[in-house]
């Protein structure tokens, strides 16, 4: 018993990595019990060839269910012991072949009567309430189904959304305002003189004709601003930007909605924005998303500007 055994679902590559690498331990000693030479890491390349004769690398691969680059490895020591072979495909001499050698199909023979014995003492150990094989079927199937990384990261992603708050803006968050979207604005583009009128002074650019700005926090700190400024029945959303340490999180995805849903408040009838296809490549994707389509370039204030969109609100 140590310090990993009380960890849990934690500790889960760490335990199973002990467990193989002493199932690995024993097979070596089992072999060498029986006098062959063998290394139990090379058993599936040496069984699916066994089996099927002749593989591609690619099937191979998919047959073992390696990454490729392990493939390739696990065949160039096998190759260096003289267990397999490879040739040309004859429908397709590109393609790279691979077959047991005449002595690796000898020590399959000789092997067989082992893995038979190999196999009733691996069912005694997994023989228990908590069938082992049928737990890896079960985990692996939840891993096709989505992977350990892709399931983090939901995770982390449904954990963020459910923190973050998309509020109307406050004096409070004037600094927030012009701090977050100076950032972004001088990390890619020129500070425009239009830009620092905006961002000094939100108040009277965006909400003295009833527009609005959504401030989006995480906890109780600001993340993320976008504005809407108001034109009669048309509105502008502009300055929409997340912090670069909360990027990638569906946050923009959260303050477009958001922001779209203020337009309907205020009673617009087509929202439209102003963005640079280079600069703001995500953006641009993420109002596309949101239903925004291109139109002609007019009436811009910003020498960055290269691409005018706009959507019709029901």
């Not at 000693?29 to 390349?45: M, T």
């Not at 893995?115 to 009733?120: A, F, G, L, S, T």
């Not at 930007?241 to 959260?254: A, N, P």
Request: a negative charge; proline letters at 3%; aromatic letters at 8%.
């Amino acid at each position: 018993m140590n310090m990993f055994d009380d960890l849990g679902a934690l500790a889960i590559s760490t335990r199973l990595q002990r467990l193989s690498d002493q199932f690995r331990r024993d097979g070596v000693l089992i072999y060498q019990h029986n006098g062959i030479s063998f290394e139990p890491k090379w058993f599936p390349v040496i069984y699916a060839l066994h089996v099927k004769e002749a593989l591609g690398i690619m099937e191979l691969s998919e047959e073992i269910g390696y990454a490729h680059p392990s493939t390739i490895s696990l065949l160039k020591e096998l190759e260096k012991e003289g267990l397999v072979e490879s040739f040309k495909d004859e429908r397709d001499e590109r393609k790279r072949m691979v077959r047991l050698s005449k002595r690796a199909k000898e020590l399959v023979t000789e092997m067989q009567p082992v893995w038979d014995k190999i196999k009733r003492t691996a069912e005694q150990i997994i023989d228990n309430a908590n069938n082992l094989l049928q737990a890896m079927d079960e985990t692996e199937y939840q891993l096709k189904k989505e992977g350990f990384f892709e399931r983090y990261k939901r995770m982390e992603m449904e954990e963020t959304s459910a923190a973050i708050r998309i509020v109307d803006y406050k004096p409070e968050h004037a600094k927030a305002f012009y701090d977050l979207n100076y950032a972004w604005i001088s990390d890619t583009y020129e500070v425009e003189p239009e830009d620092e009128k905006t961002l000094s002074d939100p108040e009277t650019y965006y909400l003295k004709d009833g527009g609005a700005i959504l401030i989006a926090l995480y906890g109780e700190e600001p993340i993320g601003t976008c504005a809407l400024k108001r034109n009669g029945d048309v509105v502008e959303m502009s300055k929409m930007t997340v912090s670069s340490s909360m990027r990638g999180k569906k946050i923009g995805d959260l303050l477009g909605n958001a922001v779209l849903e203020k337009a309907r408040e205020l009673g617009a009838r087509k929202v439209i924005l102003y963005s640079n296809r280079k600069g703001s490549a995500a953006g641009i994707n993420l109002y596309k998303k949101l239903g925004f389509e291109e139109v002609p370039l007019i009436g811009h204030n910003f020498k960055r500007a290269d691409i005018k969109m706009e959507l019709e609100l029901n």
